[in-house]
């Protein structure tokens, strides 16, 4: 694995992941049991994997890489929890649990509980040099940036979006950005034009979420430096976006497109750092700054005696 793609797997699994976490339902939010541990546990947990990164291929690396994988599956079990309790809706007399619909942004969330695990089994088999399901070892590599930042990231930020900003584009972002992720990851199994169609609705996806960014969450905060990170995040996603379609497209008609080591240093980098790492931040200060403070006490008033 290359230092640039370990330092992004590194960012994904010490920052993009655990601040995910926090934001999925903010800090009084309703989350299933056990979920806040897994997630103030989650760079203890990321260590071993890190720390695989950097070692030869071999078994000690992939027993390593191992103990990251189990944590992203313990992350993607939460997922039929979390379903299961917003299908239900509590009954006003008392008598049984009603089912409700599922809220489009809830797709979306769903989504990125589970996509670190496909993660972390192309971690473990990358590290012990394991042409998993036939595919070569750089492209297991690839892939491990490729399901913290397009899976988890964008999935994630598509439901903040769309839970924000409710509307066609929204609620197009929220179903989109997991099918066009899916579809990337059958491509790997059926083909490139398979692929290529993935990284089309993908990209789509990604799109309509940079727009209502820019033109709607971006200008109705007052914070400037929160402006400027969705500015970014949203500008970057129009390029790094072009970027994968170049290469989809490339790879599946053979015309010239960029080198994976240029992908990485240039949409993989972009979407690291300008898109995933600007847009956690951002959503991270918006949150914070409507989360109400508990007012102190007040002092007790002096009594004439």
Same mark, same amino acid.
């Given at each position: #694995?290359?230092?640039?793609?370990?330092?992004?797997? #590194?960012?994904?699994?010490?920052?993009?992941?655990?601040? +995910?976490?926090?934001?999925? @339902? +903010?800090?009084? +939010?309703?989350?299933?049991?056990?979920?806040?541990?897994?997630?103030?546990?989650?760079?203890?947990?990321?260590?071993?994997?890190?720390?695989?990164?950097?070692?030869?291929?071999?078994?000690?690396?992939?027993?390593?890489?191992?103990?990251? !994988?189990?944590?992203?599956? &313990?992350?993607?079990?939460?997922?039929?929890?979390?379903?299961?309790?917003?299908?239900?809706?509590?009954?006003? @007399?008392?008598?049984?649990?009603?089912?409700?619909?599922?809220?489009?942004?809830?797709?979306?969330?769903?989504?990125?509980?589970?996509?670190?695990?496909?993660?972390?089994?192309?971690?473990?088999?990358?590290?012990?040099?394991?042409?998993?399901?036939?595919? @070569?070892?750089?492209?297991?590599?690839?892939?491990?940036?490729?399901?913290?930042?397009?899976?988890?990231? &964008?999935?994630?930020?598509?439901?903040?979006?769309? /839970?924000?900003?409710?509307?066609?584009?929204?609620?197009? &972002?929220?179903?989109?950005?997991?099918?066009?992720?899916?579809?990337?990851?059958?491509?790997?199994?059926?083909?490139?034009?398979?692929?290529?169609? +993935?990284?089309?609705?993908?990209?789509?996806? #990604?799109?309509?979420?940079?727009?209502?960014?820019?033109?709607?969450?971006?200008?109705?905060?007052? @914070?400037?430096?929160?402006?400027?990170?969705?500015?970014?995040?949203?500008?970057?996603?129009?390029?790094?976006?072009?970027?994968?379609?170049?290469?989809?497209?490339?790879? !599946?008609?053979?015309?010239?497109?960029?080198?994976?080591?240029? #992908?990485?240093?240039?949409?993989?980098?972009?979407?690291?750092?300008?898109?995933?790492?600007?847009?956690?931040?951002?959503? /991270?200060?918006?949150?914070?700054?409507?989360?109400?403070?508990?007012?102190?006490?007040?002092?007790?008033?002096?009594?004439?005696?």
């Amino acid at each position: #694995m290359s230092v640039l793609v370990g330092l992004i797997v #590194m960012l994904g699994m010490f920052v993009v992941v655990p601040v +995910g976490l926090r934001l999925i @339902d +903010g800090p009084a +939010g309703p989350t299933p049991r056990g979920l806040p541990t897994l997630t103030r546990a989650w760079p203890l947990l990321a260590l071993p994997g890190a720390v695989a990164l950097w070692l030869p291929r071999s078994p000690t690396a992939a027993a390593l890489a191992t103990v990251y !994988a189990l944590a992203t599956l &313990a992350l993607a079990l939460y997922a039929p929890a979390r379903l299961a309790a917003r299908l239900r809706r509590p009954s006003a @007399d008392g008598g049984p649990d009603r089912p409700r619909a599922l809220a489009t942004s809830e797709i979306a969330v769903l989504t990125a509980l589970v996509t670190p695990s496909v993660a972390g089994l192309a971690l473990v088999a990358e590290r012990a040099g394991h042409e998993l399901f036939g595919f @070569d070892l750089g492209i297991l590599a690839l892939t491990v940036p490729h399901f913290h930042f397009a899976g988890f990231a &964008a999935a994630l930020v598509a439901g903040l979006v769309c /839970r924000t900003s409710e509307g066609p584009a929204t609620r197009f &972002a929220a179903l989109s950005v997991p099918l066009g992720t899916l579809l990337v990851l059958l491509g790997y199994f059926v083909d490139d034009w398979a692929e290529l169609a +993935g990284a089309l609705v993908l990209t789509a996806g #990604m799109w309509a979420v940079a727009l209502p960014t820019w033109r709607e969450i971006r200008t109705s905060t007052g @914070d400037p430096v929160t402006r400027g990170l969705l500015a970014v995040s949203a500008v970057v996603l129009v390029a790094t976006m072009l970027l994968a379609l170049s290469w989809a497209l490339g790879e !599946a008609t053979g015309l010239p497109h960029p080198s994976l080591t240029w #992908m990485a240093a240039t949409h993989g980098l972009g979407n690291a750092l300008g898109f995933a790492l600007c847009s956690l931040l951002a959503w /991270r200060r918006i949150q914070a700054s409507t989360t109400p403070t508990p007012s102190a006490p007040s002092a007790p008033k002096e009594t004439a005696s």
